[in-house]
């Protein structure tokens, strides 16, 4: 079935939005303002999905495709927007979800760009089958093979291109990492420079895939914590222990807790690489262990995973009540479900957020709480 629709806005996943017969339409990689020709695909009660097969009226901003996998692979979303209509998608979208399902005098702040729109990503999960290997196709568990992607670090695109694929046949998966220089697709680890501290990271410990952008996002979180030799400070989810350790020069003492205990033997190692002595880390889940904690925090900086805090954690932050709770989140949906219970504690100063994930519609936000007590 065949219809001509006219784009109205994005939803929060990047995809157009229109409208057949008063049924809303999500349609991928259109603009708003574009009419386009398009096949159904998915008809259900209340909505629709659609893809283009013809590009009636086009939006005059935008951009001519630059990616042969694009229209295939599932890496990218927003690479047919110019980059200031990304971020100002991305910034309208925090505002929306923000505004409807907390409270629309939040103050957003203007969101930090990212210096490179592409090669930024310092890690990336490939997919192998037999001999084929490369990213999942956008709609399925099909590999599209490529040898070279424009959001890659240069290093794994090098890597990619000379890639020998019997080498990895009785794998699923591959994880390529780099600090720009180095390669690491087993084990080991390599060492990445944020400002001035240097972290050991191994292939399966969390870390941010775009360097500028941590930096950026690690300063805010710096300025937004302000700590003194009065403050200690929790780290929950602490990863590798980058931001506790960059709010360590200024705090008392700082306590990280995260469940991948490789995570933390990493984290010890970055202690002692940074010469801090005054930050301790637990490997340990979150929720497992908060309770037992003796530690009296006056900040508590939190960075959890996609699916946010659960319950038990917000009813310790609650509990524990910090001077400031400073909260780290990569999906904006799960931190407005969170913050709708926080606020009753806390008062929301500001959120700002950051471009971390040129090309796609994921963002990444930090959120200032402050005490009501």
Same mark, same amino acid.
């Given at each position: 079935?065949e !219809?001509?629709v006219?784009?109205?806005?994005?939803?929060?996943?990047?995809?157009g939005?229109?409208?057949?017969?008063?049924k809303?339409?999500?349609?991928?990689?259109?603009?708003?303002?574009?009419?386009?020709?398009?096949?159904?695909?998915?008809?259900?009660?209340?909505?629709?999905?659609?893809e283009?097969?013809?590009?009636? !009226?086009?939006?005059?901003?935008?951009?001519?495709?630059?990616?042969?996998?694009?229209?295939?692979?599932g890496?990218?979303?927003?690479?047919?927007?110019?980059?200031?209509?990304?971020?100002?998608?991305?910034?309208? %979208?925090?505002k929306?979800?923000? =505004?409807?399902?907390?409270?629309?005098?939040?103050?957003?702040?203007?969101?930090?760009?990212?210096?490179?729109?592409?090669?930024?990503?310092?890690?990336?999960?490939?997919?192998?089958?037999?001999?084929?290997?490369?990213?999942?196709?956008?709609k399925?568990?099909?590999?599209?093979?490529?040898?070279?992607?424009?959001?890659?670090?240069?290093?794994?695109?090098?890597y990619?291109?000379?890639?020998?694929?019997?080498?990895?046949?009785?794998?699923?998966?591959i994880?390529?990492?780099?600090?720009?220089?180095?390669?690491?697709?087993?084990? =080991?680890?390599?060492?990445?420079?944020?400002?001035?501290?240097?972290?050991?990271? *191994?292939?399966? *410990?969390?870390?941010?895939?775009?360097? !500028?952008?941590?930096? @950026?996002?690690?300063?805010?979180?710096? !300025?937004?914590?302000?700590?003194?030799?009065?403050?200690?400070?929790?780290?929950?989810?602490c990863g590798? =222990?980058?931001? =506790?350790?960059?709010?360590?020069?200024?705090?008392?003492?700082?306590?990280?807790?995260?469940i991948?205990?490789?995570?933390?033997?990493?984290?010890?190692?970055?202690?002692?690489?940074? %010469?801090?002595?005054?930050?301790?880390?637990?490997? *340990?889940?979150?929720?497992?262990?908060?309770?037992?904690?003796? #530690?009296?925090?006056?900040?508590?900086?939190?960075d959890?995973?996609?699916?946010?805090?659960?319950?038990?954690?917000?009813?310790?932050?609650?509990?524990?009540?910090?001077?400031k709770?400073?909260?780290?989140?990569?999906d904006?949906?799960?931190?407005?479900? @969170?913050?709708k219970v926080?606020? @009753?504690?806390?008062?929301?100063?500001?959120?700002?957020? #950051?471009?971390?994930?040129?090309?796609?519609?994921?963002?990444?936000?930090?959120?200032?709480?402050? *005490?009501?007590?």
């Amino acid at each position: 079935m065949e !219809e001509i629709v006219t784009i109205t806005d994005y939803d929060h996943q990047g995809r157009g939005i229109g409208r057949i017969n008063n049924k809303i339409i999500f349609i991928p990689k259109v603009m708003v303002g574009e009419k386009v020709k398009v096949k159904i695909t998915i008809d259900k009660k209340k909505f629709m999905v659609g893809e283009v097969i013809e590009l009636i !009226e086009k939006n005059p901003k935008r951009v001519k495709n630059i990616c042969p996998y694009y229209d295939e692979c599932g890496g990218c979303d927003l690479l047919h927007l110019p980059y200031d209509e990304q971020l100002k998608y991305k910034q309208d %979208k925090i505002k929306n979800i923000i =505004g409807r399902y907390v409270d629309q005098n939040i103050t957003i702040k203007n969101i930090i760009p990212s210096v490179n729109q592409f090669h930024y990503r310092n890690k990336v999960t490939l997919h192998v089958n037999h001999e084929k290997i490369g990213l999942y196709n956008k709609k399925s568990n099909k590999i599209v093979k490529l040898d070279n992607c424009l959001l890659l670090d240069k290093p794994i695109n090098n890597y990619l291109k000379k890639i020998d694929a019997n080498k990895y046949k009785n794998r699923t998966e591959i994880i390529l990492r780099t600090n720009g220089k180095d390669i690491l697709d087993k084990q =080991g680890q390599i060492i990445k420079k944020i400002g001035d501290y240097q972290y050991y990271v *191994s292939l399966n *410990s969390f870390f941010q895939i775009n360097d !500028e952008v941590t930096k @950026d996002m690690y300063d805010k979180i710096k !300025e937004y914590a302000n700590a003194n030799r009065k403050d200690n400070v929790l780290d929950l989810y602490c990863g590798t =222990g980058t931001i =506790g350790l960059y709010l360590s020069k200024d705090a008392n003492r700082v306590l990280g807790i995260e469940i991948n205990k490789q995570a933390i033997d990493d984290a010890i190692k970055n202690k002692e690489l940074n %010469k801090v002595d005054n930050i301790d880390f637990i490997a *340990s889940d979150v929720s497992a262990i908060i309770n037992d904690i003796t #530690f009296t925090p006056t900040i508590i900086v939190v960075d959890p995973p996609r699916a946010g805090l659960d319950e038990k954690a917000i009813k310790t932050i609650i509990k524990m009540h910090p001077n400031k709770l400073i909260y780290t989140s990569c999906d904006p949906m799960t931190l407005a479900r @969170d913050l709708k219970v926080l606020k @009753d504690y806390f008062k929301i100063e500001e959120i700002t957020p #950051f471009d971390m994930f040129p090309n796609t519609y994921h963002v990444e936000c930090v959120c200032l709480l402050t *005490s009501k007590k």
